[in-house]
């Protein structure tokens, strides 16, 4: 079978351990991943909670074909309730810290309380320790990994942890594991750092046997070989995402100056074919056939300087949007993120507004410690430095876009949704990606779908408002299903696009898994996520854009002339709540929340409509 | 010697091969069972380890039940003469040590790592 349904749950208070049995009920409704960590935490958070109290959980839960061969099956979840947003957050990392987690034998790890001392929670298969953390206390994120691994005498352990950033409290402080690869958006390391949790290393030695080997095996290989047949492969394998920067740039959505424009002049200095002169390594996470992962070097940096990456969004919000042309710099600033433990698309955005309000004249130099004769390379990385320290102004920085953006007096510059700073893509040029943002269970997102290259191929009108709430509904629902799987979008594409996915999962369980099945799984799962959110005012009023991407059209680029009235909004989220079965505020009814089994899962919707 | 080859330059570190390495030998999954490993070093590097089936075969030296022996240009390994004493996988880190079993894992140079590498950055060599 592919799950263990065992759940380990972790007192970090009294630094207990205890094992608990996961009905078969519950994985049959939620699968695994994102599913499983979003259940439980419905289930035990209640929603007023600190995020950064004891009473705040975490919920790691490695994927339903995560210990397999399935291509790609490297991703695991973490879910809890974000301190950046105040609301449901969902995170997912790459590398190989996901498979090991699945083969200690369990399927969900929960964290709950708060540990009085810096603490290293050390999972060994079914054996739990608590090891003091006080030295690894300050350590970057990549000492850290590799202290541990060297102190427990075994190089097959595989590590999560905090950097610097975490243990500050900085909100969009990540999870980074296997050195370079993070549970990077909401604050997740913000997280653990209130629970003192400087690290997790796992080590699992379980085995894992599939209910239909043969089936299963021969899954695997069809699924190899239509990933080798997709024709958008071969250049992620080739470049990585940065390989898509200069076609995001022409396309006119790669964001410039703070989200005001699109059109980046030195766009040849930091394009695909720069930072592929950089490559030095190409990285995979377990099972993946694609290693879209590219290392780079900082080169001033000595020889312990490596990253994976940097990727299109860190390359995107630390270069054009910061006004940064030089590729040094950009790898700079995503290795301090690295080793400091920070989210680069927050931290990138957060840095591209400060600068585009000093740019601006609503905030001055003297105020950001910065001269102006500096390179805007040596800006990004000034205040990079404070943020992780919590100095003079970086403390302000430190709460996210959102508050420092409110704090300094320029709320109406903050490029984000429901807290959650966008990603590098400007949603003016995608009706699609606006309405991503805007119905993203986590804020602003680019993840949960992505519609922008069906607008760009011309499966779906780019600049119109049709379909676009049709398609951001499915591909949601699809994706969610995905991440219970604990496989990456990239080689399979998002969502359930061919049967492999469902044929592995079927092989794997012996189950009778579908695409309309699992489908139905997300959907469930969006539901969920909402109903929480509702319950810390989340509302129609919290899914529209910021008002200058409605009001301030884009000057220039392929999008020119183009913003998305509130109007515009008002009939993208109409449809889409129809769609969702949701009331004119947003909030799933209760024929819905009947309809998904939701009323015999978990009982009452919490909020009548 | 005949022996499997893993070339550290073209390895992802995906860890495939640990995976198909296991399924082979046991129908099952799970890395800790494979006969070869693929160690991260850092963050841009790794480091593999599989037998190379060594004329000096310092293992089959150091077992004591002659569970390991000499057969032609390889190292094989015979389980019902193991007593689990584990020397052998002190003596050498090419082989690993099957914590469910007591017993060493050593390559038998089944091919089923060479087959499913997607870099194709494993081969057998003479």
């Given at each position: 079978m592919t799950w263990f349904h065992r759940l380990l749950r972790i007192d970090l208070t009294r630094q207990?351990?205890?094992?608990?049995d996961i009905p078969a009920e519950v994985t049959a409704a939620f699968v695994g991943g994102k599913g499983l960590g979003s259940y439980y935490l419905y289930r035990e958070i209640a929603?007023?909670?600190?995020?950064?109290?004891?009473?705040?959980?975490v919920f790691l839960a490695p994927g339903a074909l995560s210990g397999t061969l399935t291509p790609a099956s490297s991703r695991y979840e973490a879910v809890t309730k974000s301190p950046l947003t105040g609301i449901y957050l969902d995170s997912n990392s790459g590398g190989h810290f996901g498979q090991e987690l699945k083969l200690t034998g369990h399927d969900l790890v929960v964290l709950e309380g708060q540990s009085s001392r810096p603490v290293t929670v050390v999972i060994r298969d079914k054996d739990v320790q608590f090891h003091d953390a006080s030295q690894l206390w300050g350590c970057s994120v990549y000492d850290t990994e590799s202290t541990l691994r060297q102190a427990l005498g075994d190089r097959c352990f595989r590590v999560a942890s905090i950097g610097p950033a975490g243990e500050r409290l900085v909100k969009f402080a990540c999870v980074s594991n296997d050195y370079s690869r993070q549970l990077g958006r909401g604050g997740l390391g913000a997280v653990l750092g209130s629970k003192r949790v400087k690290a997790i290393a796992v080590r699992g030695t379980r085995a894992l046997a599939v209910a239909d080997p043969d089936a299963f095996m021969a899954a695997v290989s069809r699924a190899l070989a239509r990933i080798f047949e997709n024709e958008w492969v071969p250049h992620k394998r080739e470049h990585g995402t940065i390989g898509s920067l200069d076609s995001m740039h022409t396309l006119g959505i790669t964001p410039v100056a703070n989200f005001t424009q699109s059109v980046f002049k030195s766009i040849e200095r930091i394009d695909a074919t720069v930072f592929g002169s950089l490559v030095e390594a190409r990285l995979a996470c377990s099972n993946c056939p694609m290693a879209c992962s590219k290392g780079t070097r900082w080169r001033s940096g000595g020889a312990g300087d490596g990253i994976e990456g940097p990727e299109y969004e860190t390359a995107a919000l630390f270069g054009p949007n910061c006004l940064v042309d030089d590729p040094q710099a950009i790898i700079?600033?995503?290795l301090i993120c690295n080793t400091a433990g920070m989210d680069t698309i927050s931290a990138g955005t957060l840095v591209g507004m400060v600068l585009g309000a000093a740019d601006e004249g609503l905030i001055s130099w003297a105020e950001l410690e910065l001269s102006p004769s500096m390179s805007r390379g040596d800006m990004v990385v000034s205040l990079l430095h404070r943020i992780v320290h919590r100095e003079g102004i970086g403390d302000i920085l430190a709460e996210g876009a959102r508050i420092a953006g409110e704090t300094l007096g320029f709320p109406e510059l903050v490029p984000q949704v429901k807290g959650l700073e966008f990603p590098a893509y400007d949603p003016r040029?995608?009706?699609?990606?606006?309405?991503?943002?805007?119905?993203s269970d986590r804020g602003?997102?680019?993840l949960r779908t992505y519609p922008f290259g069906r607008e760009t191929s011309g499966v779906l009108p780019w600049f119109s408002l049709d379909q676009k709430a049709e398609f951001v509904k499915r591909q949601q629902d699809e994706k969610a299903a995905q991440e219970c799987l604990g496989v990456c979008q990239f080689p399979y594409g998002i969502g359930l696009l061919t049967n492999d996915l469902p044929t592995l999962l079927s092989a794997a369980s012996g189950q009778d898994w579908t695409r309309e099945r699992l489908c139905a799984v997300g959907e469930r799962i969006w539901n969920l996520s909402r109903a929480f959110?509702?319950?810390?005012?989340?509302?129609r009023q919290a899914d529209y854009l910021p008002q200058r991407f409605s009001e301030i059209p884009m000057p220039d680029g392929m999008g020119a002339g183009h913003a998305l009235s509130r109007a515009e909004q008002d009939r993208l989220l109409d449809r889409y709540y129809q769609l969702r079965g949701w009331d004119q505020q947003g909030f799933p009814t209760q024929e819905t929340w009947r309809r998904l089994a939701l009323l015999a899962l978990l009982g009452q919707m919490p909020i009548s409509n | 010697m005949t022996h499997i080859e893993i070339d550290t330059d073209r390895c992802t570190g995906c860890r495939s091969c640990e995976q198909v390495c296991a399924f082979a030998h046991e129908n099952m999954f799970g890395p800790a069972r494979a006969r070869l490993r693929v160690y991260r070093r850092d963050v841009l590097t790794f480091e593999a380890k599989v037998c190379t089936h060594c004329i000096q075969a310092y293992c089959v030296a150091a077992c004591p039940?002659?569970?390991?022996?000499?057969?032609e240009d390889r190292t094989v390994f015979d389980a019902e003469l193991c007593t689990g004493c584990g020397t052998c996988v002190e003596e050498c880190d090419r082989l690993f040590w099957d914590a469910e079993r007591l017993q060493p894992l050593i390559c038998d140079l089944c091919m089923s790592c060479v087959n499913q590498c997607p870099e194709q950055?494993?081969?057998i060599v003479q």
């Open positions: 207990t351990a205890e094992v608990e929603p007023q909670v600190d995020p950064l109290g004891p009473q705040n959980k700079q600033a995503n040029v995608s009706p699609g990606m606006a309405l991503a943002y805007m119905t602003a997102c680019h959110n509702t319950q810390v005012g989340i509302d | 039940s002659g569970a390991l022996v000499r057969q950055a494993i081969k």
